[in-house]
């Protein structure tokens, strides 16, 4: 390369975006993916060993699969050729097959293809790779922000590892900031003064996309004037540079449990209008929406209860979905969840029965299970004053008999309301008692 090379190159790295000139080109540079990239994992072997077989990656945007497959086309020895499935063909596949046939017969060296947005790739085209991945010719690395299983043909992923590459969390984004100030050519010649709390604002509206919070972050800087030589980056530059107002919300301050208290108690007290005001500000902040879910998955048994049962399956569902899912879709199932919640029938009793049982049982102590009630496995329990009645062999399946020890045999834990699906409980529950009182007289 001569100087002029070496100038245009220099230009045109200038005239980057950060995202892109922060790229890393191995992996000691790559930030994240500890569960797959970190030391002595299964993918990092592959490729440090230069072992690598074919593979496919999937997550969101913003989480390093180009990049990983930049970082091994510098590592490997074998030839790396790049198509993106939005604008190649069969043609170009045949056409990489036959250079990758050429390369196997003159010298021996493998070829790999990285096919980036692989999903968009029709079955015909997903087809006409199998073969040439099955004997070798190929090594396939497909890049994709969807299901590989429900997106790659099975024959296809039979012949491939998958990996799956995840937002990235806030140390790592933290990280990459920081290594941004330090290293990039451009800003490191800057006098950037980034306060944490605005590092923190980056990070939360990144949502875990490395290239979304570095464009936060080049934006910040580009459009502040320096002051004395410092680029001061404010609040309000940072809340323009994202689009989004700047809340203040620390995860770890007081004002973050402000939020949550007061979106649990607007749930309790069946307001859906404040209840999606208080977890939408908790979304735009970056709130972790699993936080979210797991609080209303604890609201909805102690503060609906029996009057709604169906309250703690949709809300444990809603749990569940959002793991699957992510944002920016998961807000629409926490919606959901959160107005039904709202809007449903309310009881603690679930929550005080079992508090009042641990508080009695705490000061009282155990008691002696009573004898008709004892396993008989391995005992006579035969010629017992009070045999056990089996509930199945009277109408109703029910019969009044003791089941408390005698030390407990009064006490009552559990005190019902007549509210929802509860008040239909405890009527059917009370017919019977009444019904087997009767019939005994």
Known sequence: ????????????????????????????????????????????????????????????????????????SHLTSSDFVTINAVTAGIKDIKEVVERAKKNLELSGQRTILFVDEIHRFNKTQQDALLPHVEHGILILIGATTENPYFEVNRALLSRSLVFELTPLNDKDIMRLIDLAIANDPLLSEMDIDLSPHGKAFITKNSLGDARRALNILELAVLTTEPVDGKVVITEDTLSQSTQKPFFNYDKQGDYHYDVISAFIKSIRGSDPQAALYYMTQMLLSGEDPKFIARRMVILAAEDIGLADPQALVLANTGFDVIHKIGMPEARIVLAEVCIYLALAEKSNTAYEAIGAAYRTLEEKGQAQVPPHLRDGTNKDLRGLKQPYKYPHAFPGAFVSQQYLPDAYRDIEFYKPNHRGVEDTLVRQWMKRRQQDEDDTE
């Open 1 to 72: 390369m001569n100087l002029f090379d070496m100038l245009r190159e220099d230009n045109l790295r200038h005239k980057q975006p950060l995202a892109e000139r922060m790229k890393p080109t191995t992996l000691e540079e790559f930030v994240g993916q500890e569960d797959i990239l970190g030391r002595g994992k299964l993918l990092r072997r592959l490729i440090e060993a230069d072992r690598l077989t074919s593979i496919i990656l999937h997550g969101p945007t913003g989480v390093g699969k180009t990049s990983l497959a930049r970082i091994i």
